[in-house]
T-cell receptor
């Protein structure tokens, strides 16, 4: 069964801290790994990592895929209160059209 | 473009009642999805569609039915609602190129079954 596990389940940091969120997966021959940010309502897309693109960066956020360890990390540097959200990791299995999501990491950034 | 829209935004049902949730997208996407989100459980796929007239089961399909009669619409039906179906329901769509790829989500429907 395809499985995605995220850790930690939640964490609280202070503004300016750097955080690392983890995602591990048990999906054979996956197509891609995606990170989403969910604030009050709908998840919004952050990054997609594939075998041809194992590192992505956008501003203070960056993500790396470790295909050997079957895992990915999402780094956020110089955190701000606006980074408070649920961060979701998802993997696309070989069966066309599906994503399998992890339970998410709840991040709270205190001012 | 409105993107992905969902109707209704909130609903309260009594056990045994039925209802239909409507999802519409104006991005000409091939793939559409219905998820439910419960605390601590992330997003779980209920049903999905890879094109007009097609549907497939996801992780948690029991108690739900879907239809994709038009490319832009994806309907989720509950025939006989149960309290276990209390949840937030999200619809999403994607182009389908390269697999599931980047999915665009609607604002969600909060459903309570009493």
């Amino acid at each position: 069964e395809d499985k995605v596990v995220q850790s930690p389940l939640s964490l609280v940091v202070h503004e300016g801290d750097t955080v690392t969120l983890n995602c591990s997966y048990e999906v054979t021959n996956f197509r891609s790994l995606l990170w989403y940010k969910q604030e009050k309502k709908a998840p919004t897309f952050l990054f997609m990592l594939t075998s041809s693109g194992i590192e992505k960066k956008s501003g203070r956020l960056s993500s790396i895929l470790d295909k050997k360890e079957l895992s990915s990390i999402l780094n956020i540097t110089a955190t701000q209160t606006g980074d408070s959200a649920i961060y979701l990791c998802a993997v696309s299995p070989p069966q066309k059209g599906k994503l399998v999501f992890g339970a998410g990491t709840i991040l709270r950034v205190k001012s | 473009n409105a993107g992905v829209t969902q109707t209704p935004k909130f609903r309260v049902l009594k056990t045994g009642q039925s209802m239909t949730l409507l999802c519409a997208q104006d991005m000409n996407h091939e793939y559409m999805y219905w998820y439910r989100q419960d605390p601590g459980m992330g997003l779980r796929l209920i049903h999905y569609s890879v094109g007009e007239g097609t549907t497939a089961k996801g992780e948690v399909p029991d108690g739900y039915n879907v239809s994709r009669l038009k490319k832009q619409n994806f309907l989720l039906g509950l025939e006989s609602a149960a309290p276990s179906q209390t949840s937030v329901y999200f619809c999403a769509s994607s182009t389908g190129r390269g697999g599931a790829g980047e999915q665009y989500f609607g604002p969600g429907t909060r459903l309570t079954v009493t």
